[in-house]
């Protein structure tokens, strides 16, 4: 088993930027893909941006250029550097991880994912 735990979301004002940290523990050896994905209310959950088995970041164009995803294999964390944060970014954020490896086009989709964090709030005012 894989567990992940997300944390640095808050309230900011538009325009401004925050970093969000995702730490797993557990058989992370088993894991060739992880990314952020959000939900916000009302809506489906989506991709935000991922990592595969290359180092390849893969960005969803609503976040192209703004967000940066990173990871840092010794600490087993996954990042997610937001900048020029909007109204519409706010969201529930949950980092994903899958076991496999992803070699589709794009993001993969939310159900190939094994495991889930618990999310980390992130609101953007106007």
């Known amino acids: 088993q894989v567990q992940l735990v997300e944390s640095g979301g808050g309230s900011v004002e538009a325009g401004g930027s925050l970093r969000l940290t995702c730490k797993a523990s557990g058989n992370t050896d088993r894991v060739n893909y992880r990314g952020w994905f959000r939900q916000a209310p009302g809506k489906e959950r989506e991709a935000v941006a991922g990592?595969?088995?290359?180092?390849?970041?893969i960005y969803a164009n609503s976040v192209k250029d703004r967000f940066t995803i990173s990871r840092d294999a010794v600490q087993r964390t996954l990042y997610l550097e937001m900048n020029s944060l909007r109204p519409d970014d706010s969201a529930m954020y949950y980092c994903g991880a899958m076991k496999r490896r992803w070699h589709g086009y794009g993001l993969p989709p939310i159900d190939t994912m094994d495991y889930w964090g618990e999310g980390t709030l992130v609101t953007i005012s106007s």
């Open positions: 990592i595969d088995h290359h180092e390849s970041p």
